[in-house]
């Protein structure tokens, strides 16, 4: 609530002390990281940002959000790099969500043709 309602001072202590609780709570870290940067505290959000796509490799918003961090430091090859592993691991994600609403919907398998298959 404190992030959303700008208050950048209060929303990194609180993400810290949460991050602090859970140490592998991924969504903790990325809170943390994106107030830093969001309080011009940018160099400072690195480090979360990067546990976080250490603990979920596969979390688009840890890559984007890192991403970020390192192009408001001007570091835009390793920005380069996390936006690509954004758009890999985001990609990946809605693949993976349209298989899900493929099953659910009761194509799984390819459709029957006239002829059995071999």
């Given at each position: 609530m404190a992030r959303q309602a700008r208050q950048w001072d209060e929303a990194v202590e609180r993400f810290r002390h949460a991050a602090k609780l859970g140490g592998t709570f991924e969504d903790a870290?990325?809170?943390?990281?994106?107030?830093?940067?969001?309080?011009?505290?940018?160099?400072?959000?690195?480090?979360?940002?990067?546990?976080?796509?250490?603990?979920?490799?596969?979390?688009?918003?840890?890559?984007?959000?890192?991403?970020?961090?390192?192009?408001?430091?001007?570091?835009?090859?390793?920005?380069?790099?996390?936006?690509?592993?954004?758009?890999?691991?985001?990609?990946?994600?809605?693949?993976a969500g349209q298989a899900i609403r493929a099953g659910i919907q009761g194509r799984m398998t390819a459709p029957q043709t006239v002829e059995p298959p071999e």
């Open positions: 870290l990325i809170g943390l990281g994106k107030s830093l940067v969001s309080a011009n505290q940018a160099a400072e959000a690195i480090e979360p940002l990067e546990a976080a796509v250490k603990l979920a490799p596969d979390n688009p918003v840890a890559h984007y959000q890192l991403s970020f961090a390192y192009r408001r430091l001007g570091r835009e090859d390793e920005a380069k790099k996390e936006l690509a592993a954004y758009r890999e691991t985001h990609e990946k994600l809605l693949r």
